[in-house]
């Protein structure tokens, strides 16, 4: 079936690494420091944009049921068609109007997921209830990256306030048909039961990243003096040259104290 552009589909056929990634989100067997964490037996898997099956082949090999949610109509009517005898409820819907409290706890969500709409996907199945117990999804190479490094955004403070992030395996666009202009890479979200930061501390961090070049005493002028966040800024040892995306999530947690004491 032909691809439709609009909505970044590129088909992963690569058997080796479906299996990793269906592996990945059945058994969790990823190294973490020097240690390795493991699910509990997790019987039912949402899958996020099943396309034309291929990682569905290796879900439903893992799981009891795997719920595919597909956006494009033609793809949700014909996958059931390939998978007959078989537990799989195939839901043409937009992942991000799905409604997660179907879903029988517990969980877990993997997905080939398009580029376009990776950040609200990972927003939306981090806040749903119930929370999965893990998430497992290709998305861009350089978001993945973004997400897990040392140098923060956004996006990345938001995943880090609400689980434990984890790098997979890079997937080159070679093994996608047709291949994207970029590299893929499987990141592995294991969500917290609640958010290391609150909601307040997090609205700080969104008008610190108002402008996230510049430096972040510039964009928190509105709520101090400059005179007064210089201060500040050197009593709880924050360079006043930081820029926001220098800040860790306990970083912004200490300046809110500060700020609103």
């Known amino acids: 079936m032909k691809n439709i552009k609009s909505l970044g589909q590129h088909w992963l056929k690569n058997r080796d690494i ?5 592996d990945l989100a059945s058994e969790g067997s990823v190294e973490v420091s020097s240690e390795k964490t493991e699910l509990d ?5 949402l899958e996020i944009g099943p396309g034309l099956g291929f990682l569905t082949t290796s879900l439903l090999k893992r799981f009891k049921k795997v719920v595919a949610v597909e956006f494009d109509t033609r793809l949700a009517e014909n ?3 390939s998978f007959p005898g078989t537990n799989l409820e195939v839901v043409n819907e937009d992942i991000l109007k799905f409604d997660f409290s179907l879903m029988k706890e517990p969980y877990v969500v993997a997905g080939n997921i398009p580029y376009y709409i990776t950040s609200p996907i990972i927003e939306r199945v981090l806040t749903v209830s119930p929370l999965p ?3 497992v999804l290709l998305i861009q190479k350089e978001v993945a990256e973004r997400i897990l490094s040392d140098k923060e955004t956004l996006l990345s403070l938001f995943v880090k306030n609400r689980a434990k992030v984890l790098a997979g395996p890079v997937v080159p666009s070679e093994e996608f048909t047709p291949p994207p202009k970029v590299d893929s890479q499987v990141i592995i979200l294991e969500p917290l039961e609640k ?3 609150s909601k307040e501390v997090f609205d700080l961090i969104k008008q610190g ?7 972040l005493i510039r964009n928190l002028m509105g709520l101090k003096s400059k005179e007064e966040l210089l201060q500040l800024f050197e009593e709880i040892r924050i360079s006043k040259d930081a820029r926001p995306g220098d800040l860790k999530l306990r970083d912004w947690g200490i300046l809110y104290k500060n700020i609103y004491k």
């Not at 479906?18 to 269906?22: D, G």
């Open 195 to 197: 958010p290391e930061i």
């Open 133 to 135: 117990r893990r998430v």
């Open 41 to 45: 037996k997790v019987e039912e898997c």
């Open 209 to 215: 990243f108002r402008a996230p070049r510049k430096k």
């Open 18 to 22: 479906l299996n990793n990634i269906a």
């Open 79 to 81: 996958l059931p068609k």
